[in-house]
Antibody
Framework: EVQLVESGGGLVQPGRSLRLSCTAS????????MNWVRQAPGKGLEWVAL??????????EYAASVKGRFTISRDDSKNIAYLQMNGLKTEDTAVYYC??????????WGQGTLVTVSS | DVVMTQSPLSLPVTLGQPASISCRSS???????????LNWFQQRPGQSPRRLIY???NRDSGVPDRFSGSGSGTDFTLKISTVEAEDVGVYYC??????????FGQGTRLEIK
């Protein structure tokens, strides 16, 4: 059974950093693109970042709203995808989901982790 | 970026009646590989999104056959043949043809009348 479990969320002050983790199980993690998608309170879904498999260079892509501040990475030996978030802003407050990319896009999602940016 | 526009944004439906959600993209979602990467997701209250449909019309495993997807180019539709209570939630379309970024529609909130 495919499982994705996010962790690392919490309350953080503006300008500070936070690192989220997505621990995967039930599939060959190293073969898949992994994504982060966020949802601000009461709002819709916003794609944040993706990382390709190491077979495709482990290259990354970012939404314009986070480029230069967030970094996605992966550790295939641990089946974990990370999202390093620096220079956090109040508008980054959201539930952050990780999602596997297959069959034409995002097929499995985790339960999400809440990030609150507030002073 | 491709803009995805859903309608209606609110959809009150009587139990047992059909429902339909429209999704339009600002440019064709037909890919050069022959596929059209248009997905539909359901988000029940308090839950994570769940994919229902991928590549326009393919139902994910475990999705009831009362859900169906159709369309091409820039116009797509999600239909529920007979709405059940468990279908309450927000439905999103998402395009994966022209990325990055992947882009979502605003969401359609389905409620029972």
């Amino acid at each position: 059974e495919v499982q994705l479990v996010e962790s690392g969320g919490g309350l953080v002050q503006p300008g500070r950093s936070l690192r989220l983790s997505c621990t995967a199980s039930g599939f060959n993690f190293g073969h898949y693109i992994m994504n982060w998608v966020r949802q601000a309170p009461g709002k819709g879904l916003e794609w944040v970042a993706l990382i390709r498999s190491n077979s495709y260079g482990g290259t990354t892509e970012y939404a314009a709203s986070v480029k230069g501040r967030f970094t996605i990475s992966r550790d295939d030996s641990k089946n974990i995808a990370y999202l390093q978030m620096n220079g956090l802003k109040t508008e980054d407050t959201a539930v952050y989901y990780c999602s596997r990319d297959a069959d034409g896009n995002l097929d499995y999602w985790g339960q999400g982790t809440l990030v609150t940016v507030s002073s | 970026d491709v803009v995805m526009t859903q309608s209606p944004l609110s959809l009150p439906v009587t139990l047992g009646q059909p429902a339909s959600i429209s999704c339009r993209s600002s440019q064709s979602l037909a890919s050069s590989d022959g596929n059209t990467y248009l997905n539909w997701f359901q988000q029940r209250p308090g839950q994570s999104p769940r994919r229902l449909i991928y590549k326009v019309s393919n139902r994910d495993s475990g999705v009831p056959d009362r859900f169906s997807g159709s369309g091409s180019g820039t116009d797509f539709t999600l239909k529920i043949s007979t709405v059940e209570a468990e279908d309450v939630g927000v439905y999103y379309c998402m395009q994966g043809t022209h990325w990055p970024p992947y882009t979502f529609g605003q969401g359609t909130r389905l409620e029972i009348k």
